[in-house]
């Protein structure tokens, strides 16, 4: 799981920021903050449904549950 998030996530925001003209300022903002919006969103969920998913299944569970969600995409942006 690390690896596959150290190799997604810090290019991810460059990546996006990419696709914008250099005067597409307004654009670029509301990327980001979508961006950091979803992130944080992302973190504050794990935080609150991986203890519910190790009290309700297991430990390998819970985190397999994520690790399977990146490998799928993984294939669907990766390619």
Known sequence: MALGTGGIK????????DQFAAD???EKEIFFSV???AINAGSV???VITPIMKREFNYAFAFALPA???GVALLLFGT
């Open 10 to 17: 810090p290019c991810v925001s460059s990546f996006g920021g």
């Open 24 to 26: 597409a300022t307004r």
């Open 35 to 37: 961006f950091y919006a």
């Open 45 to 47: 969920l794990s935080t």
């Open 68 to 70: 399977g969600l990146l």
